[in-house]
T-cell receptor
Framework: DAKTTQPNSMESNEEEPVHLPCNHSTISGTDYIHWYRQLPSQGPEYVIHGLTSNVNNRMASLAIAEDRKSSTLILHRATLRDAAVYYCILRSSGGSNYKLTFGKGTLLTVNP | NAGVTQTPKFRVLKTGQSMTLLCAQDMNHEYMYWYRQDPGMGLRLIHYSVGEGTTAKGEVPDGYNVSRLKKQNFLLGLESAAPSQTSVYFC????????????????FGAGSRLTVL
C-alpha cells in the first residue's frame, strides 16, 4: 500500500480555519484519499474522501493537488470539538484490497 | 440506528485466560474488521471478513481468532491472553459499492479496552 506522511501535531485557534496536510508521493491512479478522525476515548470517525477533484461535505473540505501527490483537509472554522487525531489514508481499488491501513496521524489541538 | 456495537467495553484478564469480544452491526454491511490501537502505533488490522462465513488475516493476527457465523456479528477471540495483548480494540464495518471499491468507508465502534495482567 502507498504510504502517507503527516505532521505529528498541529495547533489552531478556535473559529479559525485549519489546514491539515498529507503527502502521498507514491499514490497510484486508482487510490482514493480518505480522512478519518479520532476524538479522545472514541472510535475513528469518517470525515471525507476523494479521488481527483476537491470535495466538500458538512464536516470539511478536501483539496487534492493536481498531481495527487499531496492533499489538504480543511476545517473551515475549528471548534474545541474538532480536537482529535486526524488520519490521512490511501485506499486502492482492485485486486484483493479490503484493508485500510492507519498511520500515526496528526494530533490537532484547538485553543479557545 | 445503533451502527457498530462492541461488547464488553472494558475487561481485565489474567495471563492465560480466554475471552471473546463481540461486534454487532445493524447496517447490513458485508465487510467487518478488527483493529487494535496501542500508544504511538496508530490502528493495526488484526483480522477481517469479506462476508458471512469468511475470515482473513490482517497485519497482526497472531494470538487471535475470529469467526463470522452471522453477517451482523464478528467475534474476536483470545485463547490464551498475554500482557502484550493489552490494548484498545476497535471493530469496524463497511459496505462496498463495488467488490473492491476504493471509495469504501468504514464505520467504527466505540472500542473495547482490554487489560491483561
Amino acid at each position: 500500500d502507498a504510504k502517507t506522511t503527516q505532521p505529528n501535531s498541529m495547533e489552531s485557534n478556535e473559529e479559525e480555519p485549519v489546514h491539515l496536510p498529507c503527502n502521498h508521493s507514491t499514490i497510484s491512479g486508482t487510490d482514493y484519499i480518505h480522512w478519518y478522525r479520532q476524538l479522545p476515548s472514541q472510535g475513528p470517525e469518517y470525515v471525507i474522501h476523494g479521488l481527483t477533484s476537491n470535495v466538500n461535505n458538512r464536516m470539511a473540505s478536501l483539496a487534492i493537488a493536481e498531481d495527487r501527490k499531496s492533499s489538504t483537509l480543511i476545517l473551515h472554522r475549528a471548534t474545541l470539538r474538532d480536537a482529535a487525531v486526524y488520519y490521512c489514508i490511501l485506499r486502492s481499488s482492485g485486486g484483493s484490497n479490503y484493508k485500510l491501513t492507519f498511520g500515526k496521524g496528526t494530533l490537532l489541538t484547538v485553543n479557545p | 440506528n445503533a451502527g457498530v456495537t462492541q461488547t464488553p467495553k472494558f475487561r481485565v484478564l489474567k495471563t492465560g485466560q480466554s475471552m471473546t469480544l463481540l461486534c454487532a452491526q445493524d447496517m447490513n454491511h458485508e465487510y467487518m474488521y478488527w483493529y487494535r490501537q496501542d500508544p504511538g502505533m496508530g490502528l493495526r488490522l488484526i483480522h477481517y471478513s469479506v462476508g458471512e462465513g469468511t475470515t482473513a488475516k490482517g497485519e497482526v493476527p497472531d494470538g487471535y481468532n475470529v469467526s463470522r457465523l452471522k453477517k451482523q456479528n464478528f467475534l474476536l477471540g483470545l485463547e490464551s491472553a498475554a500482557p502484550s495483548q493489552t490494548s484498545v480494540y476497535f471493530c469496524a464495518s463497511s459496505y462496498h459499492e463495488a467488490p473492491t471499491s476504493g471509495a469504501n468507508v468504514l464505520t467504527f465502534g466505540a472500542g473495547s479496552r482490554l487489560t491483561v495482567l
